[in-house]
């Protein structure tokens, strides 16, 4: 296993088009987590799923955002209609179960919409 | 409001010596403490954690201490190498009703620059 895998790294878009990101969790992980972050500031919580059911949504996401995981395993984000304060890092992690566990964080993806 | 606080934007240490980055909390309820490193265009790497429990916990040339009393803890990197320039964030989670954890909230993070 590679860790979380996020696709593609970086994506340029123009306003008002839609995006969909991928992330490939670590398989033995049931727990999977999207931050987002911009510069200068620390990754802020968007979601998360507990295998296929999505247990918390964060005020930061819009009606035009929209995250699955089917059947448990990869995770989509797709976002409608970008803004231009659309654009930032978005992080996938993965973590098992458990109180103690850290998370396990991919490399992101870079979206600039112009 | 921010409940993860890291008050020091950078910090410049030289090779050798102690690096000490600081966080501040303010939700009582928070139950456990991470650290992560993060360098550039790469994902934030998970370092050293502290469960509520305890005030000390160290893992080779990194120690975290925790002062639940101040609502405080430091990480102390020693001796500091210049590989281990990068951002580090402090995070935290809290055990919620029911016994399931919360999310991590991060802070803002630390420049750590460690020069040779």
């Known amino acids: 296993d590679t860790g979380v895998s996020q696709d593609p790294r970086h994506k340029i878009t123009k306003r008002g088009q839609n995006v969909t990101f991928r992330c490939d969790p670590i398989?033995?992980?049931?727990?999977l987590y999207w931050y987002r972050q911009t510069l200068g500031q620390g990754p802020e919580f968007l979601t998360y799923?507990?295998?296929?059911?999505?247990?918390?949504k964060s005020r930061l996401l819009s009606d035009r955002f929209s995250a699955e995981r089917p059947k448990g395993s990869f995770s989509t984000l797709e976002i409608q209609r970008t803004e231009q304060g659309d654009s930032a890092m978005y992080l996938c992690?993965?973590?098992?179960?458990?109180?103690?566990?850290?998370?396990?964080f991919g490399s992101g993806t870079r979206l600039t919409v112009v | 409001d921010q409940q993860v606080k890291q008050n020091s934007p950078s910090l410049s240490v030289q090779e050798g010596r102690i690096s000490i980055l600081n966080c501040d909390y303010t939700n009582s309820m928070f139950d456990y403490f991470l650290w992560y490193k993060k360098y550039p265009a790469e994902g934030p790497t998970f370092l050293i954690s502290?469960?509520?429990?305890?005030d000390k916990n160290e893992d080779g040339r990194f120690t975290v201490f925790l002062n639940k009393s101040a609502k405080h803890l430091s990480l102390h990197i020693v001796p500091s190498q210049p590989g281990d320039s990068a951002v580090y964030f402090c995070a935290a989670k809290r055990r919620r009703d029911g016994g399931s954890q919360g999310n991590l909230i991060f802070g803002k993070g630390t420049k750590l620059s460690v020069k040779p």
């Open positions: 502290i469960s509520s429990i305890k």
């Open positions: 398989s033995e992980h049931n727990r």
């Open positions: 992690a993965s973590s098992p179960q458990g109180p103690s566990m850290g998370y396990t």
């Open positions: 799923f507990q295998n296929e059911a999505q247990l918390e």
